[in-house]
């Protein structure tokens, strides 16, 4: 698989970025060492997971439970070279720590433990799983509200938190600090605060990107290109949806949409049209339709690597081929056109 680089960091990472969020909910330990096992064997060796994982329900006492699934398989195959490995810490909108705010004092804490359950003396990349401010991510667009918020001390936050970081990395603990569920406004401070104190560069951020989910597509494609701060596209699958098998508004056994019916918001009387639409780009070309939707994130014009998930090995694989699928300006032109025609489905 082909090593490209990671924004201003200096790091080379694979295309294709192997999503962890499963392991110790829908997947056990073993299917989870399966799935790395796999997905290095095929030159995937950027992985992210998380504190609050797994997913699918999020609970308090599964907390860490994905991390220490990775931690085990390091600690029996070695090689921790061979990896670039990225976690996050949640803030207020997780189950952790009663729901507070990231603190410095927190960002020190969570990297610590998760240090200690990945069985590793450093994370390469370490993301601010959400903001402390209001966001639009996971549907609340619809509602958004980000008015009587405190400028002065969100900024004093985010100086808290990035001198920490600092620290973290001074002490080899990190190597880079980045964003996720973040918004162009707080990148763009994040980034002019750093600048003016002298402190790390955010780096990366995730949020999520589709087919389905094309917010990134405007404010953010300019702050993500002209900043040289690669997009970690999660869901490219939206969940499943693209990949066909809810079509007809179905719910086979053992599929995400069984432990999530409406899969966070996703799920809308609009939603199958726009499936439909991208299915039959994908059959008119001869195309996996997965594949399709995973390979259409790398044509953006801002840096952008989508995050692989799967829960069986056959998934895998059929997500890792869309490291070798080069989309055809045919079927990026039909993709446009379905992307007018049903342009916010969820």
């Known amino acids: 698989m082909q090593q490209i680089a990671l924004g201003t960091t200096g790091l080379q990472v694979s295309t294709l970025c192997l999503g962890t969020m499963t392991w110790g909910s829908q997947n056990t330990q073993a299917e989870g060492h399966a799935q790395m096992d796999r997905a290095l ?5 950027f992985w992210d997971t998380a504190e609050m994982y797994p997913v699918n329900p999020v609970r308090l006492e599964t907390l860490g439970l994905t991390e220490t699934i990775i931690g085990n398989w390091l600690a029996a195959r070695g090689g921790r070279e061979r990896l670039v490995l990225a976690s996050k810490v949640p803030g207020g909108k997780g189950v952790a720590r ?4 990231i603190t410095g004092a927190v960002l020190r804490a969570a990297v610590e433990a998760s240090l200690a359950r990945l069985q590793t003396d450093y994370i390469d990349l370490y993301q601010l799983h959400w903001p402390n401010r209001a966001v639009y991510h996971f549907r609340r ?3 958004y509200n980000p008015s009587g918020q405190n400028r002065a001390e969100i900024e004093a936050n985010m100086i808290e938190v990035l001198e920490v970081a600092a620290a973290l990395i001074a002490e080899g603990k990190i190597r880079h600090i980045a964003l996720s569920n973040e918004t ?5 401070k994040w980034l002019a605060l750093a600048q003016t104190h002298g402190l790390p560069r955010m780096a990366t951020v ?3 990107y589709s087919l389905l989910c094309r917010h990134f597509d405007t404010d953010w494609a300019e702050l993500s290109a002209l900043e040289e701060m690669p997009l970690l596209a999660f869901s ?3 969940t499943g949806l693209l990949t066909g098998k809810y079509a007809g508004d179905v719910t086979p056994e053992g599929s995400r949409r069984a432990l999530n019916a ?3 918001g996703r799920v809308t009387p609009q939603v199958f049209p726009a499936v439909a639409a991208y299915m039959g780009i994908a059959a008119r070309h001869g195309l996996d339709a997965a594949q399709m939707a995973i390979a259409f994130c790398r044509t953006r014009p801002f840096p952008c690597i989508p995050i692989i998930g799967a829960t069986s090995l056959a998934q895998l694989d059929t997500a890792l081929g869309a490291a070798d699928l080069t989309l055809s300006a045919e079927v990026l032109a039909e993709i446009d056109a379905a992307h007018r025609a049903h342009p916010m489905p969820f």
Request: overall charge negative.
């Open 41 to 45: 064997e095929r030159g995937c060796s």
């Open 98 to 101: 009663e729901g507070g705010p």
């Open 184 to 188: 162009a406004w707080g990148a763009a």
């Open 206 to 208: 995730q949020n999520e």
């Open 236 to 238: 490219p699958l939206a």
């Open 262 to 264: 409406d899969l966070s």
């Open 141 to 143: 667009n619809w509602g």
